[in-house]
């Protein structure tokens, strides 16, 4: 099956800075979707982009669908960024609602 | 308008015992997909519920079943709890019937199962 590989694993920033996350995947997707998980589990959409490049506030996206890589950029970073950073996929030719999960990016931003 | 709300949040059972865990999708939504998160891993995706029919499947045994009910709503069934089943479930919703929704997802905020 499809393999999805998130970097880095862990990351520790002070306040105010930027940083920039990375999601590989091993096969042509239909979907691509970017998530946080907040301390108490909730899942919450950033993006949603299978290809291109979106921006919301200090957050954008970009997805090159044919290097198979998406990247997360955080500007001006929070402390209410910290948490976990899911990248997930739709596999080409895969039912809609079967998102592969990479093991994630674990973010602390410290004061 | 209402986002994807699921029952209970928290519930704690012993092995052998079974769970009804359930779902309700955002307004518009049409399917509805589960998902086990285990301490520190991703979520992995259990089955997928559209017109009342199980359409896909992943790889958890038969102890996990589900219903969808005719206004779109889910139940996740897990009998003869094992102490691996202990998880975070998640449910997240889509539309297959309307295109421009794209086929997003968007998960509620989970129930936490302990089991004992």
């Known amino acids: 099956g499809i393999q999805v590989e998130q970097s880095p694993p862990d990351l520790i920033l002070q306040e105010g800075a930027n940083s920039t996350l990375r999601c590989n995947f091993s096969d042509s997707v239909n979907n691509l979707q970017w998530f946080h998980q907040n301390p108490w589990g909730q899942l919450i959409n950033l993006f949603y982009?299978?290809?291109g490049t979106k921006q919301n506030g200090r957050l954008s996206a970009t997805t090159v669908a044919t290097e198979r890589y998406s990247l997360l950029y955080i500007s001006s970073s929070q402390t209410t960024d910290s948490g976990v950073y899911f990248c997930a996929v739709v596999r080409y030719g895969g039912s809609q609602g079967n998102l592969i999960f990479g093991k994630g990016t674990k973010l602390s931003v410290k004061p | 308008d209402a986002g994807v709300t699921q029952s209970p949040t928290h519930l704690i059972k012993t092995r052998g015992q079974q769970v009804t865990l359930r779902c309700s999708p955002k307004?518009?939504?049409?399917?509805v997909s589960w998902y086990q998160q285990a301490l520190g891993q991703g979520p992995q995706f259990i089955f997928q519920y559209y017109e009342e029919e199980e359409r896909q499947r992943g790889n958890f045994p038969d102890r996990f079943s589900g219903h969808q009910f005719p206004n779109y709503s889910s139940e996740l069934n897990v009998n003869a709890l094992l102490l691996g089943d202990s998880a975070l479930y998640l449910c997240?919703?889509?539309?297959?019937?309307?295109?421009?929704?794209?086929?997003?997802?968007?998960f509620g905020e989970g129930s936490r199962l302990t089991v004992l």
């Open positions: 307004s518009g939504h049409d399917t």
């Open positions: 997240a919703s889509s539309s297959r019937s309307d295109r421009r929704l794209a086929g997003e997802l968007f």
């Open positions: 982009i299978p290809s």
